[in-house]
C-alpha cells in the first residue's frame, strides 16, 4: 500500500475511495454487483464465506464510551438468523459503514490481541487518509459519507500504530478518556469550518471579475486580465520566501512592512483552497516546459459506475441529485460539438489552401525552363512549408483563447487538418507528398570545391584525423546520421527523445544536437535556421572536450547535407560571432570549427576570411588550448589552399606559431602545421627551392648578428622547423628520383626495417604517409638505395641539391656556432643525426661523411689558429662525432667513432690547442650510458699514450665522463686508468687526475673505491716530493671546495677539513707572496663553501676553527676586506660552539647566511667580480694598505 502523508490534507480520503478491497469483493450481489449481502438478510453471510471462528467478548468498551459493544452488535446479529454464525469480517464491514468507528477500532484490537488481524480493518486504521477531509465543504445533511466522511482526524492520532492503548485499558482513567474525545471532536469541527470558510473564499474570488470584462479579455488577447486579490496573496507569500531563501532579509522585512494585512509565515493565510505551489526559483526553470494550454481544457464531470467502487465506499442510498449531473455533461457535451464545428471549418480552409498552392506549384513546374532537380525540389518544398505555415499562422487565432496571447503553437492545431481531411481533399493531396519524397531520395550529391591538389590519400586521412570528430558512439552515429524527409526526421525523434528527457535537466544538453541540426537543415525559414544554430553553439555554457567533439560532428554533418554555400552563409557567422567570447571553451570551438569545416567550404573562403580568422586567434587569444587548435586548424587549412599567392602568409603564420611561448603550441605546429605546409610547398615545387632556404638564411643572419652573444632561443626555433621538413624533404628526393616510374607494388617487397626511419612526431610526418602507403615507400626505397650504391645520382635535380647544396651550407654554419655552448651543440647534433637515419646508411658514407672528413683534415696545421685552420677547436668536431658518427651502431662504425676521438685528443694535445670541442664531444656522448664503455675505450689509449700532454688531457676528460657512469663500470675500469696516470713519472698528470678523484668522491659509495681513493690523495698531500707543488695544493683546495658539501661527511670530517687545516697553517710561512695569496683565496672558497655544512663539535674545535684563524692571519696582511668576513664567520662558529653545551644543533650550520659583516662581504665580492678578468689587478687588492 502506498505511504501517505500524514499531515497532507489534499488527497487522502479519494485515495482511502479508489483503494480496491479484496475481501469485499467476495460479497458482491450477484444481481446487482454491489458489496454486501442482501437487502433481505442483512448479516447473513455467502455461500463462500468461511464460518466466524472468534468469539466475540463483550468485557470491552469503546475508547470513546460513544460506541456499541461488540457483543451488542453479535447478539442483533444473531436474531436475525439464529442458526447460522456472521462472518467477522461482515461485522467489521457494516461497522465502518455505520461510521462506529470508536467500536471497529475496540474490534480490531480484540482480534489482534487474538492474533487474528482482519485485512479490512489493519488496512482501514493504516490509512490516515480515512481520518482526514479532502474537501473542506461542510457535508450536508442528506449527504451519505464515506467511512472517512465526517471524522477529522485530531492532531493527536496519526495511525494506529501511534495510538497509546493503555490510556483506553479497563483500568485507566475514564472521566480524561471522555474529556479528550470531546475535545478532538471540538477540534474536528473547528477545522471543518475553516475548510469550509477558505472554499467559500475562494469561490468569492473566483468570481471576482465581472463577466463583461471576461468577454473583452476573450475578444482581445493582447490586454492582460488584471490580477486578482488571491493572486497577489500568492505571489507576495512566494516572494517572500525567495528573498529569505537567498538571505535578502532587509528585503524581505521591508516586503513585510509594505503588506502588513498578511501573514508570510502561513501559507494558509493566503486564503486558497489549494495545496502550497513550489518556490519561484521552481517555477523559474521549469517555465519553458510545455504547460496545458488553457484552450484544451473544459470544466467536465464524470459519471461513476457505482458498482465499480469498493464496497465500503459505496453509500448505501442512491445519489439525490441527478438532474444536476444530468446538467454538466449536456454542457460539456454542447462544448465540445461546438469545438468540432470549429476544427472542422478550419480542416476545409486548410484543405482549400492546399488546392491553391497545388496549382500554383504545377503553374510554377510548366513555366520554368528544365531547372535543376536539386533546385526545384528544394524550392517547391520551401514554398510549401512556408505556405502552409502562413496558412496556419493565419487561421489559428480563431482557436485561440485569450490567455495564448498568440506566443504559443499548438500542435494538434497544425496536424489535425493536414492528417484529418475530408475523403475528397485526401485523394487530391495524397499524390504529391510521396512524389517529393522520391524526388528527395533521388537527389544528387552535393559537390564541393576539390582543390588542385596531388595529396596522398593515406596523408589526407591523416591530416583530417586531426579535425577530433566523434561517430563511433550512439550519439555520434546520430549526430553523423541527417535526416532528408519527414519520416525520417520522426525516426530520430524517436530514437533520440527518450535519452533527452531524463537528461536535459541534468546538463547532458549535447542529446540536443540531433534534433537541433535536423531541424536546422530542413527549415525553410533561414532567420528560423539562423536562431537554431545560434542555439547549437551556444548550447553548453562551456563545453568540455567530449561535448565540443559531438558539436563538431554536427556541424561536419550538416556541412555534408547542405552544401558549402549554406556552410558560409549560416555556419561561419556563428564562428564570427564567438570569435572574442569570454570562455576560452568556446573560443576553443570556434578554432576547432574552422579546421573541421574547411573541406566543406568553398575555397575563396577558405584562403581568406577563415584564414583570416584564425590569424587573428593565434595573434591575439591569450588561451594556448585555443592557441594549439587554432595552429591544427591551420594546418588542415593549409591542406585545402591552392592559392599560391598564400605562400607568404603561411610561412609568417608558421614562424609566428613557432615563437610562441607555449610548448603545447610549438609542439601542435611540428605535428601538424609544418608537415601540411611543406606538403604545399612540395606541390608548389618551392620546398628545396624556397622555404628550407629561407630558414637557412635566417639561422645564418642569426648567427652574425650573435657575435656578442648569440639567441639560442631563436635558433633552436628555426632549427627545429628544418628537422621537421627533413621527412617530406626525402619524399621529394624519392619522388623525383629517376626511378620513380620504374616503381612497383607486388607481393615480393619486403617489409621496412622498424628501426629504418626515426620515429615521426605525428602520422603527417610519417615517410610511408607522406608517399602514400608503406608498400609503395618499400618498392621505392629499394631502388633508391640501388641508385645510390651503383647508377649514381646523375639527373637526380632534387638529391644533388641536397648533397651539393644543402650539406655546405649546413656544414659552414655548424663550424660558426659557440662550441661552448651545449644546447647549440646538442641541436645540431640531433639535427644531423634524425637527418642520416632518414637519407640513409648509404648515402650517409657516401655523401654527409666524405664532406665532414674533408674538412676534419686530422694534422697539426688544422689547429693552427693564426693560419685561420683551427677546425678542430669548433663544433664541426662534436657534431660529426655525435650526429653523424653515431647514427649507425654496427661493429664498424662504432670503430670510426673510437679512431676520431682519439685522433683528436691526440692532435689538440700535441698543438696545445684548447680542448673545448673534445669537452663538447665527451658531454654529449657521456649523457647516453650506451657509450661509457666506449668513451673509456677513448681514455685508456689516451693513458697509455707516450706523450704526457695526451696523458694530462685523458686525465681532464674523466672528470668529465664519470658523472652518470655505473659504479661497477667506476671500480673496473676508470679508477685503475686514473692511478696508472698518477703512478707516471710527470707531475703535471699526476695533478690533472685530482678533479677525476673528487668527483668519485662526490658520486661514488663504494667503501673500498673511496678508501682507494682517498689513500691516492693522501699520498698527494703528505708525500714529501709533492711539498713545493704549488700547482698540485691549487688544485687540491680547488677540488675540496667543488665536492666537500656533496661529499660523504665522513670523508669530510676526517679528511677534507684537517688537510684543509694543514695547508691553512702552511700558507703563514709561505715566503713567496703571490703563492701565499693564490693559496689563500682557494682556502677562503674552499670554507665559504664549506661554511654550509653541518661540521661535528669536535671537528669544529679541532680543525674548522683553527684553519679558519690561520686564513685570518694571512688575510689580515693580504686583503683585509677577507679579514672582517672571516672575524664574523669565526665569531658565529664560537657562539654555535657554546650553543652546543645546552642544546643541540638543528639543521646545518649555515655560517655565511647570517653574519654581522655583511656589507664588508657584500662590497668585497662585488670589486672581486670586477678584477677577474686581469690577474695583476687582482694582485693589488691583496696588498697591504699604506
Known amino acids: 500500500m502506498a505511504s501517505v502523508n500524514p499531515f497532507d490534507l489534499s488527497d487522502s480520503e479519494e485515495e482511502a475511495e479508489r483503494r480496491p478491497n479484496e475481501t ?61 454464525r456472521v462472518s467477522v469480517d461482515v461485522i467489521a464491514a457494516q461497522l465502518l459503514r455505520d461510521q462506529y468507528i470508536l467500536t471497529a477500532l475496540e474490534f480490531h484490537t480484540e482480534l489482534l490481541e487474538a492474533g487474528r488481524e482482519l485485512p479490512r480493518l489493519r488496512d482501514y486504521f493504516s490509512n490516515p487518509g480515512n481520518f482526514e477531509r479532502q474537501s473542506g465543504t461542510p457535508p450536508a445533511k442528506d449527504q451519505v459519507l464515506g467511512p472517512g466522511g465526517p471524522l477529522n482526524r485530531a492532531g493527536s492520532i496519526s495511525t494506529l500504530d501511534s495510538l497509546d492503548f493503555a490510556r483506553y485499558s479497563d483500568d485507566g482513567n475514564r472521566e ?80 513585510s512592512d509594505e503588506n502588513d494585512d498578511q501573514d508570510f509565515e502561513l501559507w494558509d493565510d493566503v486564503g486558497l483552497n489549494i495545496p ?50 444530468q446538467q454538466q455533461q449536456t454542457e460539456v457535451v454542447q462544448e465540445l460539438e461546438y469545438q468540432i464545428s470549429l476544427l472542422n471549418n478550419e480542416k476545409q480552409s486548410l484543405a482549400e489552401q492546399i488546392k491553391k498552392l497545388q496549382s500554383e506549384i504545377q503553374t510554377l513546374k510548366r513555366t520554368v525552363s528544365s531547372p535543376p ?48 481531411l475530408d475523403p475528397p481533399s485526401t485523394q487530391n493531396t495524397s499524390h504529391p507528398h510521396p512524389q517529393s519524397h522520391n524526388k528527395l531520395k533521388s537527389r544528387p550529391p552535393v559537390k564541393f570545391d576539390q582543390p588542385n591538389r596531388k595529396l596522398s590519400p593515406a596523408f589526407l586521412q591523416a591530416l583530417l584525423s586531426f579535425c577530433r570528430m566523434c561517430s563511433d558512439s550512439r550519439l555520434g552515429a546520430e549526430v553523423s546520421r541527417i535526416a532528408d524527409s519527414e ?141 594549439e587548435a587554432v595552429v591544427k586548424s591551420l594546418g588542415i587549412i593549409m591542406g585545402y589552399i591552392d592559392d599560391p599567392d598564400k605562400y607568404s602568409q603561411g610561412f609568417e603564420l608558421m614562424l609566428l606559431s613557432l615563437g610562441d611561448p607555449s610548448e603545447r603550441v610549438v609542439s601542435a605546429v611540428h605535428q601538424v602545421f609544418i608537415p601540411a605546409f611543406a606538403a604545399w610547398t612540395t606541390e608548389l615545387g618551392t620546398l628545396h627551392t624556397t622555404l628550407i632556404p629561407s630558414l637557412l638564411a635566417r639561422i645564418e643572419k642569426l648567427l652574425m648578428q650573435g657575435e656578442h652573444g648569440l639567441d639560442e632561443h631563436k635558433l633552436h626555433v628555426f632549427l627545429s622547423a628544418l628537422q621537421s621538413l627533413i621527412p617530406p624533404l626525402f619524399a621529394v628526393v ?136 683551427d677546425i678542430l677547436t669548433k663544433a664541426t668536431v662534436p657534431i660529426y662525432a655525435t650526429g653523424v658518427l653515431t647514427c649507425y651502431n654496427q661493429e664498424e662504425d662504432r670503430k670510426l667513432l673510437v679512431g676520431f676521438l682519439e685522433d683528436v685528443m691526440t692532435t689538440l694535445s700535441l698543438s696545445h690547442a684548447p680542448l673545448d670541442s ?132 665522513r670523508f669530510r670530517d676526517e679528511f677534507v677539513l684537517p688537510h684543509l687545516h694543514k695547508l691553512a697553517l702552511a700558507n703563514n710561512s709561505q715566503a713567496v707572496e703571490s703563492k701565499r695569496i693564490d693559496i689563500a683565496t682557494q682556502l677562503f672558497e674552499a670554507y665559504s663553501a664549506l661554511s654550509c655544512c653541518f661540521i661535528s663539535e669536535e671537528v669544529m674545535v679541532n680543525h674548522f676553527l683553527p684553519g679558519l684563524r690561520c686564513l685570518r692571519a694571512d688575510m689580515e696582511q693580504l686583503s683585509p676586506e677577507h679579514e672582517v668576513i672571516l672575524s664574523s664567520m669565526i665569531k658565529e662558529c664560537e657562539i654555535k660552539v657554546e650553543n652546543r653545551g645546552m642544546a643541540d644543533a638543528q639543521g646545518s650550520m649555515s655560517i655565511a647566511s647570517s653574519l654581522v659583516g655583511e656589507d664588508a662581504k657584500t662590497k668585497f665580492l662585488s670589486k672581486m667580480g670586477q678584477l677577474t678578468t686581469s690577474g695583476a689587478m687582482l694582485a693589488n687588492v691583496f696588498q697591504r694598505k699604506k
Open 176 to 255: 480524561s478518556d471522555e474529556r479528550v474525545a470531546v475535545l478532538e471532536f471540538e477540534l474536528r469541527k473547528a477545522k471543518e469550518t475553516i475548510q469550509a470558510l477558505r472554499a467559500n473564499l475562494t469561490q468569492a474570488a473566483e468570481s471576482e471579475v465581472a463577466s463583461q470584462e471576461r468577454k473583452n479579455f476573450k475578444s482581445s488577447p493582447e490586454i492582460q486580465e488584471p490580477i486578482r486579490q488571491l493572486e497577489k496573496r500568492a505571489l507576495n507569500f512566494l516572494v517572500n520566501e525567495y528573498l529569505l531563501k537567498n538571505e535578502y532579509k532587509l528585503s524581505s522585512i521591508t516586503f
Open 24 to 84: 469485499v469483493d467476495t460479497e458482491r450481489s450477484p444481481s446487482d454487483g454491489a458489496p454486501g449481502p442482501p437487502p433481505g438478510n442483512l448479516f447473513s453471510p455467502p455461500a463462500d464465506a468461511e464460518p466466524p471462528t472468534l468469539l466475540l467478548s463483550s468485557n470491552r468498551t469503546s475508547p470513546s464510551g460513544e460506541g456499541i459493544s461488540v457483543s451488542v452488535a453479535a447478539t442483533s446479529a444473531m436474531a436475525g438468523s439464529a442458526e447460522a
Open 487 to 627: 519520416e525520417s526526421v520522426m525516426l530520430m525523434l524517436g530514437r533520440c527523445l527518450p535519452h533527452i528527457v531524463p537528461n536535459v535537466l541534468l546538463a547532458k544538453r549535447e542529446e540536443l544536437i540531433p534534433l537541433i541540426l535536423c531541424t536546422a537543415c530542413l527549415h525553410p525559414e533561414p532567420k528560423e535556421r539562423d536562431q537554431l544554430l545560434h542555439i547549437l553553439f551556444n548550447l553548453i555554457k562551456r563545453p568540455d572536450d567530449e561535448q565540443r567533439q559531438m558539436i563538431l560532428t554536427g556541424c561536419v554533418a550538416f556541412a555534408r547535407h547542405v552544401g558549402p554555400t549554406r556552410v558560409e552563409a549560416e555556419l561561419l557567422p556563428q564562428c564570427w560571432e564567438q570569435i572574442n567570447h569570454k570562455y576560452p571553451e568556446r573560443r576553443l570551438l570556434v578554432a576547432e570549427a574552422c579546421g573541421a569545416l574547411a573541406p566543406y567550404l568553398p575555397k575563396e573562403i577558405r584562403s581568406s576570411l577563415v584564414l583570416s580568422m584564425l590569424q587573428q586567434m593565434l595573434a591575439e587569444d591569450k588561451a594556448d588550448m585555443v592557441r
Open 373 to 420: 532537380p536539386a533546385t526545384l525540389d528544394l524550392c517547391s518544398q520551401n514554398t510549401s512549408n512556408s505556405s502552409s505555415n502562413t496558412t496556419t499562422s493565419s487561421t489559428a487565432p480563431l482557436s485561440v483563447p485569450p490567455t495564448d496571447n498568440g506566443q504559443y503553437l499548438d500542435i494538434r492545431g497544425v496536424s489535425e487538418p493536414e492528417t484529418e
Open 276 to 325: 502550497k505551489p513550489p518556490d519561484l526559483l521552481h517555477l523559474y526553470r521549469n517555465c519553458g516546459t510545455p504547460l496545458p494550454s488553457p484552450r484544451d481544457t473544459v470544466d467536465v464531470s464524470v459519471g461513476v459506475n457505482f458498482g465499480d467502487l469498493p464496497g465500503n465506499c459505496i453509500p448505501q442510498d442512491p445519489p439525490k441529485k441527478p438532474d444536476l449531473l
Open 734 to 869: 624519392l619522388q623525383n628520383a629517376p626511378f620513380t616510374s620504374r616503381a612497383k607494388l607486388d607481393g615480393d617487397t619486403p617489409a621496412i626495417e622498424v628501426t629504418r626511419f626515426p620515429r615521426p612526431a605525428s602520422p603527417l610526418q610519417d615517410v610511408a604517409t607522406i608517399i602514400g602507403s608503406r608498400e609503395m615507400l618499400s618498392a621505392l626505397l629499394l631502388l633508391y638505395d640501388h641508385q645510390l650504391e651503383l647508377e649514381g645520382t646523375t639527373g637526380w635535380d632534387s638529391l644533388l641539391w641536397v648533397v651539393n647544396q644543402l650539406l655546405p651550407q649546413l656544414i659552414d654554419i655548424v663550424s660558426r656556432i659557440n662550441v661552448t655552448s651545449s644546447t647549440c651543440v646538442h641541436e645540431f647534433s640531433r639535427f644531423f643525426w634524425r637527418f642520416c637515419r632518414t637519407f640513409g646508411k648509404i648515402f650517409t658514407n657516401t655523401k654527409v661523411k666524405p664532406q665532414f672528413q674533408e674538412i676534419l683534415r686530422l694534422s697539426e696545421e688544422n689547429v693552427d689558429a693564426s693560419a685561420g685552420n
Open 918 to 1049: 673534445l669537452k663538447a664531444s665527451f658531454v654529449e656522448l657521456g649523457a647516453n650510458p650506451v657509450y661509457h664503455e666506449l668513451l673509456l675505450t677513448v681514455l685508456w689509449y689516451g693513458v697509455v699514450h707516450t706523450s704526457a700532454l695526451v696523458r694530462c688531457t685523458a686525465a681532464r676528460m674523466f672528470e668529465l665522463v664519470l658523472r652518470g657512469m655505473s659504479e661497477a663500470l667506476v671500480d673496473r675500469r676508470a679508477a685503475p686508468a686514473l692511478i696508472t696516470l698518477c703512478s707516471g713519472p710527470e707531475f703535471s698528470v699526476r695533478i690533472s687526475t685530482i678533479p677525476a678523484f673528487g668527483t668519485i668522491m662526490e658520486t661514488v659509495t663504494q667503501k673500498e673505491l673511496l678508501e682507494r681513493v682517498k689513500m691516492q690523495l693522501a699520498s698527494f698531500l703528505e708525500d714529501p716530493q709533492y711539498q713545493d707543488q704549488h700547482s698540485l695544493h691549487m688544485e687540491i683546495i680547488r677540488t675540496f671546495g667543488r665536492v666537500g658539501p656533496n661529499a660523504e661527511p
